[in-house]
């Protein structure tokens, strides 16, 4: 039975948590910790009240979650906020969070594991922020349509696309979650098709005007690959089970 503070130090070095940058509702690490042990996993993509009761009725003790419980900055412990604090410290559970660490980690991360999720391997990177490169690059040749089949299957529901560039592609940049809005960034990399998660309502005309097709895979669906991997790891590692919880936005 492994300890909370050996799982946390495995964690927080092998996602280098301390290097690298993030929003700052973020707080990537421990954000709730337990009575010291660790004996069964809950991994989710958001640290919400449904999900921290279902992990505490599922017997975890540590939960693994990409959008962890401080995205909405400081506020009271009042209401559904303090039944979600209440919950999880009288079911003796421990939160674990990863944002940015987590999408671009090169073995557990949502982009490396979504892309090869498509049968692809990455050729570069791009898409620069803070002096992090938050996006995978890919080179292929491949039709739209089956592209888009491809990642349908891969997050398990429908693709929004916008069909601005080729229908040949060639290169493919990547970026898990929310990051439709940076579609410009693909034309200085060469980058004629751009997978992400969802995007504002300008960045399917702006792909347009572009010349890229941008493919929105949902920003939940395309976030639920790297809590998993994590949470296996751990099992592998520790021999101890663990879960994972659904619970989709369709967003």
């Given at each position: 039975m492994p300890l909370l503070q050996d799982v946390v130090s495995f964690l927080d070095a092998g996602l280098r948590t301390a290097e690298i940058p993030d929003y700052s509702g973020a707080v990537n690490g421990l954000q709730l910790e337990n009575g010291g042990s660790v004996t069964r996993i809950a991994a989710a993509v958001d640290a919400s009240l449904p999900i921290v009761e279902?992990?505490?009725?599922?017997?975890?003790?540590?939960?693994?979650?990409?959008?962890?419980?401080?995205?909405?900055?400081?506020?009271?412990?009042?209401?559904?906020?303090?039944?979600?604090?209440?919950?999880?410290?009288?079911?003796?559970?421990?939160?674990?969070?990863?944002?940015?660490?987590?999408?671009?980690?090169?073995?557990?991360?949502?982009?490396?594991?979504?892309?090869?999720?498509?049968?692809?391997e990455p050729s570069g990177t791009f898409f620069e922020w803070k002096g992090l490169r938050l996006g995978l690059i890919a080179e292929t040749e491949i039709v739209r349509s089956e592209l888009i089949e491809d990642l349908s299957a891969a997050v398990g529901g429908p693709v929004h696309l916008c069909p601005g560039g080729p229908e040949i592609i060639r290169k493919i940049g990547l970026v898990t979650g929310g990051a439709g809005a940076e579609v410009a960034s693909c034309i200085s990399a060469g980058i004629d098709t751009f997978i992400t998660g969802e995007g504002p309502h300008w960045s399917y005309p702006l792909a347009e005007e572009l010349g890229v097709n941008l493919c929105y895979g949902g920003h939940y669906a395309t976030e639920t690959f790297g809590v998993k991997a994590l949470a296996a790891r751990l099992s592998e590692d520790h021999d101890i089970p663990w879960f994972f919880i659904d619970r989709p936005t369709g967003l």
């Open positions: 279902a992990a505490v009725a599922g017997g975890a003790d540590l939960l693994i979650v990409h959008h962890g419980m401080f995205w909405q900055g400081a506020q009271p412990l009042t209401r559904a906020y303090y039944k979600k604090i209440k919950t999880a410290i009288q079911g003796g559970l421990a939160i674990y969070s990863s944002h940015l660490p987590l999408d671009v980690h090169p073995e557990w991360g949502n982009n490396i594991r979504l892309l090869r999720a498509l049968g692809l």
